[in-house]
C-alpha cells in the first residue's frame, strides 16, 4: 500500500493490510518529503545581534572581565557567521527572494565559567559559551509563518591540575580566543537546529503488486528490477483487459517507482473507478499527496539558488 508506515499505524489500517495481502509482491519506494514548515518564498536573511553578557567569573584568571574587549571581538563575527551559514546553506526550504523576510535576532551569547581550581581542588569550571536566538520567518504581506528560539551552547577545557603538578590552564584560560571559537561553534549549532525543522527528509514506501495468472509474468520482471519491462507488459495486457481494476493498480505502482507521479495518480484513480478493492481508493489518495509533496520540493530547489561565496 502507498504511504508511509506512519501512516498506517496512524490509520490503523497496518494489520488490515498484512492480514489481507500476506502473499502480495512488494515494491519498495523511497521518496523524499517537503519541509514541515511552510517557509517556501523567505529567503532574505535579516541577523541583528545584542551585546554579549558576560557572567560573574569569566575572564578573571587571566584577562579582565568580557566587557566591551570581548563584546567587540565576538558580536560581529556571530552576526557575519550567522548570516554566511544561512545563506550558505540554503537547505531549509527558503524560496523566492523578495517574498519575505527571516529576521534573526541574537538573544545572548553568553560565556560562564573559565575559572583555575580553588584552593586543594584539581579541577575548576570549564569555560562555557551558550547563544539563543529568536528566528522569525515573515512574509511580506505581514504574515507570521513561524517563530521559535534555538540555542547552541558548547564548552571548552576543563582547568586542571595534574597528578605530576603540571596544568593546562593556558589552554583552559585563554579567554577571549576560546570564548570567540566556542561561540562560533555555538552558532553554528543554533543554525543547524533550525535548519534540520526545515529540512526534507525520506519516506518508504511499500507497493502491492496484484499477481493474478495473467499478469504474473510482468510482475516477476517488476520484482526482478525490470520496470520498463513490466509497465510495458502490463499496458499491453490492458489493451485487451481495460476494465482490471488490478492490473492499473499495478501501473500505478510502476509509475510511482519510476518517479512518474502524475502518471501514477491516474493509474490509481482508475483503479478506484473500477472498483473491486478499497485500498486502490487510498493508494490513489496518498499517490495525489507524493505528487503535490514532490511539486513543493521541485518549486523549492528552483527557487532556492546555491550562492556564490
Given at each position: ?36 514548515l ?13 551585546t ?9 584568571t ?34 523566492n ?7 534573526v ?35 511580506n504581506?505581514g ?25 593546562n ?34 519516506t ?11 499478469l ?94
Amino acid at each position: 500500500m502507498l504511504g508511509s508506515v506512519n501512516q498506517l499505524l496512524a490509520g490503523g489500517l497496518l494489520a488490515a493490510l498484512l492480514l489481507s495481502s500476506a502473499c502480495a509482491p512488494r515494491l519498495y519506494l523511497r521518496h523524499e518529503t517537503p519541509p514541515a514548515l511552510d517557509a517556501a518564498g523567505v529567503i532574505v536573511v535579516n541577523v541583528k545581534g545584542t551585546t554579549p553578557q558576560a557572567g560573574p567569573n569569566v575572564f578573571q584568571t587571566i584577562l579582565d572581565p568580557m566587557g566591551s574587549l570581548a563584546a567587540a571581538v565576538l558580536e560581529p563575527e556571530l552576526v557575519a557567521l550567522t548570516q554566511r551559514e544561512l545563506t550558505r546553506t540554503c537547505t531549509m526550504g527558503l524560496g523566492n527572494p523578495g517574498e519575505g523576510t527571516l529576521f534573526v535576532l541574537l538573544n545572548v551569547v553568553r560565556a560562564t565559567g573559565g575559572t583555575a581550581p580553588a584552593q586543594g581542588q584539581t579541577t575548576g569550571v570549564a569555560l562555557t559559551v551558550r547563544a539563543e536566538a529568536t528566528f522569525t520567518l515573515v512574509r511580506n504581506d505581514g504574515r507570521q509563518v513561524f517563530s521559535e528560539n534555538y540555542f547552541g551552547q558548547r564548552a571548552g577545557p576543563t582547568p586542571t591540575v595534574m597528578k605530576d603538578g603540571s596544568n593546562n590552564f593556558a589552554e583552559a584560560l585563554n579567554s577571549v580566543p576560546t570564548a570567540a571559537r566556542l561561540a562560533q561553534q555555538a552558532m553554528a549549532h543554533l543554525v543547524e537546529s533550525f535548519a534540520a525543522d526545515l529540512r526534507p527528509g525520506e519516506t518508504t514506501d511499500t507497493l502491492l503488486l496484484a499477481d493474478p495468472e495473467p499478469l504474473k509474468p510482468a510482475v516477476k520482471a517488476a520484482l526482478d528490477g525490470d520496470l520498463e519491462g513490466a509497465l510495458q507488459q502490463h499496458q499491453a495486457y490492458l489493451g485487451t483487459n481495460p476494465n482490471d481494476g488490478r492490473a492499473w493498480a499495478n501501473v500505478g505502482a510502476l509509475h510511482s517507482v519510476r518517479g512518474n507521479l502524475q502518471e501514477a495518480v491516474v493509474a490509481y484513480e482508475r483503479a478506484a473507478q473500477l472498483g473491486g478493492d478499497e485500498r486502490f481508493i487510498r493508494e490513489a489518495g496518498y499517490a495525489r499527496t507524493r505528487a503535490a509533496q514532490a511539486q513543493v520540493l521541485q518549486n523549492l530547489r528552483r527557487a532556492c539558488a546555491p550562492v556564490a561565496q
